[in-house]
């Protein structure tokens, strides 16, 4: 139970101590850092308490180069059940919560689903009180800060530290040294609790920081060398310093490359001195700790952990190999090529040459174990880690040096057995399991739509769904209600004025809360295929302008999202997409019909207030190239049908909400398979009506992307053979008059409110399967193999 005045205490010491000023003459970020603080000094004793309460069970660690947290003041607050309380308090002090809500920074430390994913399922774990914790990297600036000017993407610092910040614990005397062939630093840990709902259970996410060996060489200094005396502060600094630095070049790849090493070093160092302080010997280190790969950033764990046994702890090799792969798990998150990512032998031995040693001594063991199952010398190297290229091919690594792989959607899965890993499968078949993503619904229904939270508790008699998602499939018997249906319009239309309100004040574009909000949210990449969603508007615009009485429902479509600086091509969709939303906008014509909102610097918080507002939820990926997803479970949770292909999650969803509840169109994975090298875009190009005048747009003066030649190269990427040996490679010429025709029926659906609520509707009621719950108890029951505190 919370002590209010005690917090209210603790703040007015705060204010005092930290900021010197009394609390009521603090600004909002001040308040907000007085009361966060205060939180933390009630959740410590707590903290500490669960940490106890697992000593000598083994415990899960997701290693993971993101963790997209969002920001904790509302989500503590929430699953503490401090809330209410807190809100007593405020309004009390006169103190405006949405205020200081607003002052914390949301962190970009990850680039979409791949962090979003680890931060819900620390959040699932906590809650079912199961022992995960959380490795990686503290960067001292996020991915970037996105701005829109002139229409293209500009990227600034994301300096989400400059106020410090309150909800982590720097753990100095737990730090680590990491050492490189050029260089060693010291990795400091810093601690964030990880609240499970009901605060039973606080796990913890430990997220490493870089720093030098020694901050001056004061002899340099003393000799005018200032630049020189300061080299190996930078040096080590760069290792945190950003998400995903640039990796166009050499350098930025060295860097990337550190940033992997260091945070898995650090991690695995931690994890063995901790058991070591409670066991004689190391060999039964896998019997206590379970270690889950977050894609293959984190590959580099595999021999770092056979260095520490082999040459640190003097453990044989095999029976050291045999506590790798029994500590090791795998989840692959794509077939796409930096998902599967190669490292040049060269910079392994460069940077780390005892790594690659004993990466080189792990590819022999994998060839011998080979030629025992009866692979034949001809094929083996298909399999190799270390390929004819001198290429270490990470997610080869992930698989031999791991007890399980999984796919985190069953035709993503089906893909990986099949065809892109199939060869591996066929050798290790018990090692491959699916682990359909998920959510929480914590953050993404009860904090970010109390309204529908409120009513969904109302109808079924208990807010137990709140930790037992599949309790919502009672709703479905309330389809047919008409006053439920017309609530439930009731409260969308509410989250759509509160967004549009939003929208006002950050993006300085007024639309109308009345019309059909379309949105994709997700970062830039061609297969995600806002470059379709994109030239659907534009032939709709068309559409307006030669018929102007053309019957549709008035129509917002909302993008959201971050190109990586160096993908130029995503970044000129960006730019088209702006573009188009200036030609409606000028347009008095076409203007009040439909609108583009390009929400910029789309991040967590943006989420929380688009998902709950979306009308129509935009899953256009080119079939068998999204893994899972889970935007269209968010948007699904909140009450909103797909217009999407059957790809990733998207297949489940349909399957639980019915297809007759959604809008799929497009190729499937088979279909695509049967085309092959056969697939001609340029023949869509021209027979498909509407489509060669949005394409011709990029190159025929309707836009101008500045002299870049941003527009000619998307428009060759797609058209031009003598160019590119595989144009249109995701299809979006074959799949545009699909597409449309799945607007029509959506906009046809649209007319009927009541119809469609009930679409939406069972949409809710059926999205129990994707909580992340559900997910974390799959790993943990059948890969990682823990149980709950009993």
């Known amino acids: 139970m919370i002590d209010i005045a005690k917090i209210k205490r603790l703040m007015e010491i705060e204010a005092l101590v930290t900021f010197g000023k009394e609390l009521e003459q603090c600004n909002s970020n001040e308040k907000y850092f007085s009361l966060a603080k205060s939180v933390m000094a009630d959740i410590v004793p707590i903290w500490t308490e669960s940490d106890e309460k697992f000593k000598g069970e083994k415990r899960a660690y997701y290693f993971s180069a993101e963790f997209l947290m969002g920001r904790a003041l509302s989500n503590n607050l929430t699953n503490l059940s401090y809330k209410k309380n807190i809100l007593e308090l405020l309004d009390e002090l006169g103190i405006n919560y949405n205020e200081i809500e607003e002052a914390e920074e949301d962190a970009a430390l990850g680039n979409g689903g791949l962090g979003r994913l680890a931060a819900c399922f620390l959040d699932s774990a906590a809650t079912l009180d199961y022992p995960l914790d959380g ?13 829109i000017e002139d229409g293209f993407q500009i990227e600034t610092a994301d300096n989400w530290l400059k106020h410090d910040e309150p909800w982590s614990i ?11 062939a050029d260089q ?99 060999n039964h280190f896998s019997r206590f700790h379970a270690i889950q790969l977050n894609d293959t950033h984190p590959a580099v764990a595999i021999p770092e952990l056979m260095r520490i046994l082999t040459i640190q702890e003097a453990i044989e090799w095999d029976k050291a190999w045999e506590i790798v792969i ?50 034949s010398s001809q094929n083996i190297h298909s399999y190799e880690i270390i390929n004819s290229h001198n290429n270490i091919r990470m997610a080869y690594l992930s698989i031999y040096g791991s007890k399980s792989i999984n796919g985190v959607a069953r035709i993503h899965t089906d893909i990986l057995k099949d065809t892109q890993l199939n060869n591996w499968y066929r050798i290790y078949p018990e090692k491959f399991n699916n682990k359909t993503n998920g959510i929480t619904q914590r953050r993404w229904l009860l904090l970010s739509n109390p309204e529908l939270s409120e009513f969904i508790t109302e109808l079924l008699g208990s807010d137990d769904w709140i930790t037992d998602l599949s309790q919502i499939k009672n709703l479905e018997k309330f389809k047919d209600d008409e006053n439920v249906l017309k609530k439930f319009l009731e409260i969308k239309h509410l989250k759509k004025q509160q967004l549009a309100e939003y929208i006002k004040i950050h993006e300085g574009v007024i639309v109308n809360p009345y019309s059909l909000f379309d949105i994709q949210i997700k970062r830039f990449h061609e297969y995600k295929r806002q470059f379709l969603n994109a030239l659907h508007i534009l032939d709709l615009y068309f559409l307006l302008k030669d018929n102007p009485n053309l019957n549709i429902s008035t129509r917002t479509f909302i993008f959201g999202g971050k190109a990586a600086p160096g993908y130029f091509r995503a970044k000129a969709v960006i730019k088209f997409i702006n573009d188009i939303k200036n030609l409606i906008d000028s347009d008095i014509q076409v203007r009040d019909k439909i609108k583009i909102v390009f929400a910029t610097n789309y991040r967590v918080s943006y989420g929380e207030k688009l998902f709950p507002a979306a009308d129509l939820s935009e899953q256009i990926s080119t079939a068998g190239k999204e893994a899972s997803g889970t935007g269209n479970m968010k948007f699904m949770l909140n009450g909103a049908p797909t217009i999407g292909t059957y790809d990733g999650a998207n297949v489940e969803i349909v399957e639980e909400a019915g297809v007759e509840n959604n809008f799929i169109f497009g190729l499937t994975v088979e279909e695509i398979k049967e085309i092959g090298d056969s697939y001609d875009p340029h023949y869509y190009y021209e027979n498909t009506p509407g489509l060669k005048r949005a394409m011709d747009t990029l190159v025929d003066g309707t836009f101008n992307d500045a002299g870049t030649g941003l527009y000619r190269e998307l428009y060759d990427s797609i058209l031009n053979k003598e160019k590119y040996s595989n144009p249109d490679e995701y299809f979006v010429m074959k799949d545009f008059a699909s597409y449309r025709e799945a607007h029509i029926l959506a906009n046809k659906a649209y007319k009927d409110k009541l119809a469609w609520a009930k679409m939406s509707w069972m949409n809710i009621a059926n999205a129990g399967k994707f909580s992340s719950d559900r997910t974390i108890e799959d790993y943990a029951r059948e890969i990682w193999h823990i149980g709950k505190h009993q």
Do not use: C
């Not at 720097?170 to 490189?180: L, Y």
């Open 135 to 147: 490795y990686g990297i503290r960067y001292e600036y996020g991915l970037f800060k996105q701005k």
């Open 170 to 180: 720097k753990n100095r005397d737990e730090a680590v040294i990491v050492s490189f």
């Open 184 to 282: 060693s630093v010291l990795a400091v840990p810093y601690d964030t609790p990880i609240i499970g709902y009901g605060g039973k259970t606080i796990n913890t996410l430990r997220l490493w920081e870089s720093e030098p060996m020694e901050s001056l060489d004061f002899d340099k200094f003393n000799n005018y060398q200032y630049d020189a005396s300061v080299k190996q502060k930078n040096d080590a600094e760069n290792i945190s310093k950003v998400l995903y630095p640039n990796d166009m070049d050499i350098e930025g790849k060295k860097l990337r490359l550190r940033q992997q090493y260091f945070f898995v070093s650090a991690s695995l160092q931690d994890l063995v001195r901790k058991y070591k302080e409670k066991h004689i010997t190391i």
């Open 326 to 375: 029994n500590t090791f798990s795998y989840t692959n998150h794509t077939i796409l090529a930096e998902a599967l990512e190669e490292w040049p032998t060269e910079l392994y031995k460069e940077l780390l040459p005892n790594i690659f040693k004993i990466i080189e001594k792990i590819n022999t063991k994998l060839k011998e174990e080979l030629i025992h199952k009866g692979i």
